[in-house]
Every structure is written in structure tokens, then in C-alpha cells.
């Protein structure tokens, strides 16, 4: 079989296959969800929830809410490094009705396809001027489970 000939076959048989991936895109449609509704969907319910275990200090039972490639990361990082990053997390973190709260005001789920990302902005205003916190974490959904991902 000829070089040309044979990229022509090698074309055809890619494009043959362009309508399935498309077909596959139009499947997972993006969907927005605003204020109080994020806390009915299971990934708001994990966000909550691992914020207030974070918050309580019991970072081992937030952490089994991640997905299994980030708990293998956590176990593999020397223990120095993760007592650095417990405090740093705990410092950062609010109880879970403060969080609720702050989802509720202006939190936005963006869910696509088995994956979801939650944005969280904070303005801040006082005689000093005004500054914006922004949160965001990334989950990956499996059937109605959402766990926390990187």
C-alpha cells in the first residue's frame, strides 16, 4: 500500500470517528449552580462537610473525601511537610455553617460531565479599601458520590 494511500485510510478512518467524540462532548453539558442549591448536590455537601472536619482538626477523615490519587499524595509527603499543611489548612478554614453560609451568598457550582469545580468569592470592605478571596475546588463525580480532586 502506497504512503498516500495509506494516509488517506488513516484519515478517513479518524474522521469516521470526529462524530463520536462529538456526539460524546454534547453529553456532558455544562451546568451552573448558584447560592443555597450547591448545598443540595452532593459536592456541596463534601465541601461543607471536608471544610468543617478541617476546620475541627480531624484532617484524616477530611482527607478520605478526596479522590484516592490525592490520599496516596498526602501519605507520600514527609510528615514535616503535611504538619505544615494541616496548620496552614486549619488557619484558612471556617466551621462547617460559616462555609454553608458563604456558598449560600455567593458560591458557584460548575458541573460537567464527572466533573464539578465550586467557586467561592469573599469581597471585603473596610476603611483600609476593599480586597476579593476567591476559593475554588475541583471534584470528580461518580454516580451520585463527589469526591475532592486536584
Not at 10 to 20: D, G, K, R, Y
Not at 23 to 48: F, M, R, S
Not at 135 to 141: A, L
Request: proline share 3%.
Amino acid at each position: 500500500m502506497s504512503s498516500s494511500r495509506k494516509s488517506a485510510v488513516l484519515l478517513s478512518a479518524l474522521l469516521s470517528l470526529t462524530p463520536l467524540a462529538l456526539a460524546g462532548a454534547a453529553e456532558a453539558p455544562k451546568t451552573e449552580i448558584k447560592g443555597a442549591a450547591i448545598l443540595d448536590h452532593p459536592c456541596g455537601k463534601v465541601a461543607v462537610k471536608q471544610m468543617g472536619l478541617i476546620h475541627a482538626g480531624k484532617f484524616e477523615e477530611a482527607n478520605k473525601l478526596t479522590t484516592k490519587e490525592m490520599q496516596d499524595q498526602w501519605k507520600a509527603m514527609p510528615a514535616k511537610d503535611r504538619e505544615m499543611m494541616t496548620g496552614m489548612m486549619k488557619e484558612m478554614s471556617r466551621s462547617e455553617a460559616d462555609f454553608a453560609k458563604d456558598i449560600q451568598a455567593s458560591g458557584v457550582l460548575t458541573v460537567e460531565g464527572g466533573h464539578a469545580t465550586l467557586t467561592v468569592k469573599q469581597e471585603h470592605k473596610d476603611a483600609n479599601g476593599s480586597s476579593t478571596d476567591t476559593m475554588t475546588q475541583n471534584y470528580v463525580i461518580d454516580g451520585n458520590k463527589c469526591l475532592i480532586s486536584r
